[in-house]
């Protein structure tokens, strides 16, 4: 009988950290464990109203610790000696300044409580000036360096955010050596590494944030970035010599951290990704399905095959780049800043008076976690009209189409009967019009969307949501049965990376669990949801003009 392997996939989330341990042959779930950034959640760090979040490194090693202890400790030491891989995917774009050595600066004496110093989360909009002077410098190029983000660069990616902090901060100026995702300095961690100039960087954070192309050899020239502003001198010298795909290996688990989580000193470390590229992979992505990791935000995800789009650029998205979901394959990714965002801002909103006047913290709690499900309910029975109350999904700026973070939401044709169930229907409605403009772009451009694959905790909850976004695409929707999709994604990328499987299309098939339910269009609701859509747009072309 051939001996079992497992392997091991690491989700970093916006709240929490995720491990999953997965049987490499059928990928079936042997442990699980969930760990809450203690620091994050008490707000640390962080100030909404000036989009300032940041997040501790300490937060990310206690829970990649803690978590990966507690599946070993629930599968028994027998399973933990046939540990054959970890891969690790993460949110992004988020970069933290690390010196020489590759430590972050918050883990440097005296650093240790300067937000600059920390991790810059996806969400982090701090940076909206130096990325709207990048767009306008590019356009003085002959070359379009931002012909593969689609033509505008983005505050949540990492050129502004590193400018930013360099203009911001002396002590982070004078102490960073290089800038590294998440999602790259991981793997750095765990294999030992200890020159920040030796980090493999992935193509996926690679092309899609940092402006990385084939076409350019790597990133742009270094007078680019220079004559945009001398502070990012040298940063190119220290990043992306070359890029790496998810199914490689990194290295093999350094001695420390195998005998610090009790592994094998022959785990296989796999190259880091992207939460939503990966969970693509988890969620078993096809050729011209759209991928939606539906969580706070929303990220999608379009794979097709390289000889089929050729020359084809799909202006304002997020990126496409070859082999950074699927090695061989065109990777394009799209998304909105906010979604589940939305619904949380208004729970929160609406539930003011029970944090005032309730003190048992319990019944509060009670009362908060259903007031979603409550109003999803009552939403979910009202009368369409199409005079309804009528909102902006750009609660946290505007991703895809079209990157503007400067962008505000609005809420319109209310009246003193717009009570809590109405207003929270045309805030679900606009997230849903907020995808569908993402589709359309994809269409439009020339990139054809034949169905949709709908992952993460939204999809896999509500269900007024995924009919009403059913209803306003018009298509149906596949709801995926793993509730790991991002952990488990990296755990395929991690068979694949330890030689496990020889592709990870493989590693999909053999690993995955297929879907369990899907939405079709209510086809007496559809024409309402397009002279709705029709009015959002038209709502957002008024709005952005004032803005």
């Known amino acids: 009988m051939l001996q079992k392997k497992y392997v091991i996939g690491i989700d970093y989330g916006t709240d929490s950290v995720r491990a999953a341990l997965l049987d490499a042959g059928n990928g079936q779930e042997i442990a699980t464990s969930v760990f809450y950034y203690p620091r994050w959640k008490e707000g640390k760090y962080c100030n909404a109203s000036a ?54 600066l918050a883990m440097l004496s005296g650093l240790e409580e300067n937000p600059n110093a920390m991790f810059v989360l996806w969400k982090d909009h701090t940076a909206n000036k130096e990325a709207d ?116 290996p990194a290295g093999s688990i350094s001695k420390e951290w195998s005998e610090r989580l009790g592994l094998p000193e022959d785990v296989v470390i796999g190259i880091g990704a992207f939460d939503c590229h990966m969970g693509a992979v988890g969620g078993q992505i096809e050729p011209y399905y759209l991928s939606k990791v539906m969580g706070t935000s929303t990220c999608d995800m379009l794979v097709a095959p390289v000889h089929e789009v050729k020359d084809t650029l799909v202006r304002g998205i997020c990126g496409q780049v070859n082999g950074s979901i699927i090695p061989g394959m065109v990777g ?109 772009r994809f269409t439009g451009e020339g990139i054809p969307v034949k169905g949709i694959i709908a992952l993460g905790g939204v999809a896999k909850k509500s269900n007024y949501v995924m009919q009403v976004m059913t209803n306003v695409l018009n298509m149906p929707i596949r709801i995926h049965r793993s509730e790991q999709t991002c952990a488990g994604g990296a755990a395929m990328f991690a068979a694949t990376a330890a030689g496990i499987y020889k592709k990870v299309e493989f590693a999909m098939e053999a690993m995955g669990h297929g879907f369990e339910k899907t939405y079709y269009p209510e086809k007496e609701k559809t024409g309402y949801y397009e002279t709705r859509y029709k009015m959002y747009r038209d709502l957002g072309n008024r709005i952005e003009v004032r803005q």
């Open 332 to 440: 394009i990714e799209a998304g909105q800043s906010a979604f589940g965002d939305v619904y949380a801002w208004f729970k929160e909103l609406i539930a003011w008076p029970v944090n005032i006047f309730i003190n048992d913290e319990k019944q509060q709690q009670e009362i908060t976690d259903s007031i979603i499900a409550k109003l999803a309910d009552a939403a979910a029975v009202l009368p369409l009209n199409e005079a309804d109350e009528l909102a902006l999904d750009w609660m946290n700026g505007r991703r895809t189409p079209d990157a503007n973070q400067l962008l505000k939401g609005a809420l319109t044709n209310i009246n003193l009967g717009s009570d809590a169930p109405r207003i929270f229907k045309a805030l679900v409605e606009a997230t849903c019009f907020g995808s569908k403009a993402i589709v359309d």
């Open 133 to 248: 002077e990048l767009n306008r410098h590019a356009e003085k190029f002959p070359v379009n360096y931002l012909k593969y983000v689609g033509g505008i660069y983005s505050s949540e990616w990492y050129w502004a955010k590193l400018l930013h902090l360099l203009r911001e901060d002396e002590s982070v100026r004078k102490n960073t050596y290089s800038f590294v995702e998440h999602c790259d300095w991981i793997p750095f961690l765990l294999t030992g590494g200890n020159d920040a100039s030796k980090l493999k960087r992935g193509i996926c954070s690679a092309g899609h944030k940092a402006l990385w192309a084939e076409e350019f050899g790597g990133i742009p020239p270094e007078e680019f970035f220079i004559s945009l502003d001398p502070l990012l001198k040298g940063f190119t010298k220290s990043s992306f010599l070359h890029t790496y795909t998810a199914d490689q």
């Open 51 to 104: 989009s300032q979040f940041r997040q501790h490194p300490l937060d990310y090693l206690e829970g990649l610790e803690a978590t990966i202890k507690h599946c070993l400790k629930e599968a028994g030491s027998s399973i933990s000696l046939l540990v054959k891989g970890i891969s690790v995917d993460t949110t992004g774009s988020t970069p933290v300044a690390v010196n020489k050595q590759g430590v972050p």
